[in-house]
DNA sequence: ACAGAAGGCTAATGGTATTAGCCACGAAAA
DNA sequence: TTTTCGTGGCTAATACCATTAGCCTTCTGT
């Protein structure tokens, strides 16, 4: 019986596209041994469990969102929070099984994991800080701009839309409302004085 | 061997205490019997599977969220928006494993849960109407507004928030952004023409 | 060359859904 | 009152799944 040549980075890489093409919720252990020709037990050699290769996934996937978005965001000076946004949702349509691997927490233990998200959460800020937001202002702000994502392309992504055709427009006139709300932040504050001290690390 | 007395509608409801609970996806068909004190197979003599007994419980979920908005709704006529978010947030902590069995599809075939999605989707409308906002503009701001609030209520669920002491706030904040993005809907509108022909229904 | 670690394997256990088929209860009909 | 028969329980069996234990081969470093 030849070695099969199998490493933890790889055995969650071959998971990772198995999660994209049945989701990760799908993600199956007997699915992975297959990929790879070998048995199921095999695989305990390189992953606790089937809970340690979610997790494996999830750091790789958040990663990869960190990634795109930093890419998308980086092509552009204008219109930063609309580049970011189509590539949030282009990540998210192209990586449905990575995306929802996206939204579990990072192992805190996982050094990659927790700098993927951190960087992700830097490149938000800044962006923030282009519209002159700060301190809870920036992260209610943040939690605002990662709802209306989020809820948007989970709600695509199950077929939420009732309307196929429209939803590129739907998504644009979205976009649309968050960059109005970020430039216009301060003017519609309740009461509550903008940028009081400094941020904690949120997501 | 007395009869438990079962019927599909106990099974269904039964099955979604366990959801909210458990979860939508922890859901089993083994919890279930033994909740009523059955043999598993017993209970195929009521729903025809697992597949089915989630599809039961979405309905019931669907028509439970429809109440819970149309009751915040109706209580006031001014913040009715508010009202309705504050009642869709709230159902959602209350009931995660609800809100989670909502989000599926209801089956066509099931009238109940069809005439509840229609129910909420009307409510949600003449809201829209109150902003003014009709046919393909009221779809999209639909949409912006189901998704702000599922993304952040899912979001919440999932404890993507680093902060739990602040996301009261960070709500309140992200129901007036939506109310400002209403209120502006014309002014904020790219070129399209407002309120062109009647809305298909959508979700 | 050899020892030991590493990475495959089979076997066994326990949890899950599902199907088939049996049988008792209880209500309605004779 | 007795008989019938559908309903709603049950057990048994099958097929996945994850997990653990323990074996044995292969590679690697001394």
Redesign the interface.
Known sequence: MPRAGLSRPIVVAGAAEIADQVGF?GLTLAAVAKRFGVAVPSLYKHVRGLDDLRSGVSALAIGALAAAIARGGRRTTKDRLGAMARAYRRFAVEHPGLYTAT???PDPADQEAVAAGQALLDAVFAMMADYGLTG?DA??AT??L???????V??EA??????PR?VD??F???V??LD??LR?WGA?A?RAPRGRGPS????
């Open positions: 919720d939204l579990r927490a809870t992260v209610d939690r605002s990662r709802s209306a994502l989020h809820g948007f989970s709600l199950i077929g939420g839309f009732g309307l429209d427009r739907s644009a006139r979205l649309r409302i109005d709300a216009a519609s309740p904690s690390p949120d997501r």
